[in-house]
């Protein structure tokens, strides 16, 4: 079975770029996070959809990022313009319903914004 | 708030046990859980351990509860060379399907 499957693994862009970020959950999964990790801490949640819903994202700065996961699977996060506290590694998860709530999270792409 | 928080480095000479410490700050917290990162890769679900249980046992892995103190602990036996990366502590939020992650464990296994 398919993990989470993120592109790219890397990207480096100037200030004030936009950039996209897509993801891939597991099939079948219907809930899907984004998380943002800083250098040096662990990921901090920035959206949750369940299925085609953004049921929590309270954490993503709106002025900036954006989110959409169309048809309840893929998703993407962009981020338009790009500044240089931006730089971090963005990690998807997914997870099915269930008490447990085990998610499973992609490699993550990594964006240097210069 | 919720808060959980780690060590941050751990060295063990291969072949000793290796004990990762977390502790938490919300009681209602209903999963704990332990992930493994390698560098340049995602977060791999190691364990998981409900509230209700003291202690959960997986091969090499033994994970303690203690849930008056709100500290998790994880025990990997019989380290290897292999084991070497950073351990992040978990809790699922009360009531809602959110993480809040400590800063990651970093752990150095040498000969």
């Known amino acids: 079975e398919a993990g989470v499957v993120q592109s790219p693994r890397y990207k480096i862009i100037e200030k004030k770029q936009p950039v996209a970020f897509w993801c891939n959950p597991i099939s079948g999964h219907n809930t899907l996070y984004w998380y943002l990790q800083n250098l040096g801490q662990g990921p901090e949640l920035l959206i949750r959809?369940?299925?085609?819903?953004?049921?929590?994202d309270s954490q993503l700065p709106k002025d900036r990022f954006s989110a959409e996961r169309l048809k309840g699977v893929d998703s993407t996060l962009k981020i338009q313009p790009a500044e240089l506290g931006d730089s971090a590694v963005y990690l998807c998860?997914?997870?099915?319903?269930?008490?447990?709530?085990?998610?499973?999270f992609g490699a993550g792409t990594r964006l240097s914004v210069l | 708030g919720e808060d959980v928080e780690q060590s941050l480095f751990l060295s063990v000479r291969e072949g000793d046990s290796s004990v990762i410490n977390c502790t938490y700050t919300d009681s209602s917290s209903t999963y704990l859980y332990w992930y493994k990162q390698e560098p340049g890769a995602g977060l791999q679900l190691l364990t998981y351990?409900?509230?209700?249980?003291d202690m959960k046992q997986d091969q090499r892995l033994t994970v303690l509860l203690n849930k008056k103190d709100k500290h998790l602990s994880l025990r990997i036996a019989d380290t290897q060379t292999g084991d070497s990366a950073i351990y992040f502590c978990?809790?699922?939020?009360?009531?809602?399907?959110?993480?809040?992650f400590g800063a990651g464990t970093r752990l150095a296994v040498h000969p």
């Open positions: 998860a997914s997870s099915l319903d269930g008490t447990e709530n085990i998610q499973y």
């Open positions: 351990i409900f509230s209700n249980m």
């Open positions: 978990a809790e699922r939020s009360g009531g809602y399907n959110k993480l809040i």
């Open positions: 959809y369940e299925n085609e819903e953004a049921v929590d």
